[in-house]
């Protein structure tokens, strides 16, 4: 009866925590040149940590020159600088009949969680010619 009360306790604790890490979660909306929208979650970090897409996200798209488009994934790491937070991620992806790869790359006002605002630039190339030069992006707190 004790060690099924510890394991009840213990349970109970670890879950608390679990919930308590996600509570102090951050949603932040991350805008391109183009106007499209990605939603990207943040979790609490010390000195760095990592943003991933949430599910409900418009997300950014690029186009097939013989028409169709394909999704960019939009996840990466933030890491604490004396200036604020850099943010950045890899574009790696196929469709449309080639493959596409870029870098993303931005710096905060401020660093997590009480940073207000991110800006950066990514660029892509592709194996099929299709260009992609440098483009902007934003990233505000939701």
């Known amino acids: 009866m004790k060690?099924?009360?510890?394991?009840?306790?213990?349970?109970?604790f670890a879950l608390c925590g679990a919930l308590n890490a996600q509570a102090g979660a951050q949603k932040w909306k991350l805008t391109d040149?183009?106007?499209?929208?990605?939603?990207?979650?943040i979790y609490p970090f010390t000195y760095s940590g990592t943003f991933n897409e949430t599910d409900d996200s418009p997300g950014w798209w690029i186009g097939c020159e013989g028409g169709g488009s394909i999704r960019i994934p939009i996840?990466?790491?933030?890491?604490?600088?004396?200036y604020g937070d850099s943010w950045t991620f890899t574009i790696s992806l196929g469709g449309c009949g080639c493959t596409v790869q870029g870098q993303a790359e931005g710096?905060?006002?401020?660093?997590?969680?009480?940073?207000?605002?991110?800006?950066?630039?990514?660029?892509m190339s592709s194996s099929c010619g299709m260009t992609?030069?440098?483009h902007n992006w934003i990233a505000e707190p939701m």
């Open 107 to 123: 710096n905060s006002i401020g660093s997590f969680p009480d940073a207000s605002f991110v800006s950066g630039t990514y660029s």
């Open 75 to 82: 996840s990466g790491t933030i890491a604490k600088s004396d």
């Open 132 to 134: 992609n030069s440098q």
């Open 33 to 41: 040149d183009a106007g499209q929208v990605a939603y990207v979650t």
């Open 3 to 12: 060690k099924n009360l510890l394991l009840l306790l213990f349970a109970a």
